[in-house]
């Protein structure tokens, strides 16, 4: 009697617990705040694959600021160096592809965090001739949310 009764316990919990985004590696409960910070993640993808500098900039917050986690100050930049920083690189670069797997998404009140590895694949221009690059990190974007819609604070 005690097991069934544990039992459908157990099975009443898990039947009401919520609503995930399917065909994700991580649970990530169905919201409304959710989808579109994945929507964005997409938008981030798509416009990093296609060096679409002015993309990538209007994903970003007014306050936007990249410190590239280091203490030194000579690397950090705000929203106009964003645009510097990626057309820079975007012309050193070319056949570049990159794969997204989210680790985390947290969401509190207008703030936001998604934790992600990405695998960026690209062919450098260099002097000495082309070489493909691989570049595996693991990131965290920090989000807020501006005008009802979800920007990038720094981690882009």
């Known amino acids: 009697m005690r097991t069934t009764l544990a039992l459908l316990l157990l099975i009443l919990a898990t039947a009401c617990g919520p609503k995930l985004i399917p065909g994700l590696d991580i649970e990530v409960?169905?919201?409304p705040d959710n989808r579109a910070l994945l929507?964005?993640?997409?938008?981030?993808?798509?416009?990093?694959?296609?060096?679409?500098?002015?993309?990538?900039?209007?994903?970003?917050?007014?306050?936007?600021y990249e410190t590239c986690g280091t203490n030194d100050t000579e690397d950090d930049y705000d929203l106009q160096g964003l645009r510097q920083h990626f057309s820079e690189y975007f012309k050193m670069i070319d056949k570049l592809s990159l794969s997204i797997a989210l680790k985390d998404v947290k969401v509190e009140g207008d703030r936001a965090t998604i934790d992600f590895r990405f695998l960026a694949r690209y062919l450098t221009k260099l002097p000495s001739g082309e070489q493909w690059q691989l570049k595996d990190d693991i990131q965290r974007m920090k989000l807020v949310r501006e005008n009802g819609q979800w920007k990038v604070q720094s981690g882009m």
């Open 39 to 64: 929507a964005l993640m997409e938008k981030f993808q798509q416009a990093y694959e296609n060096k679409d500098v002015e993309a990538l900039a209007g994903l970003a917050s007014s306050s936007f």
């Open 29 to 31: 409960p169905d919201t």
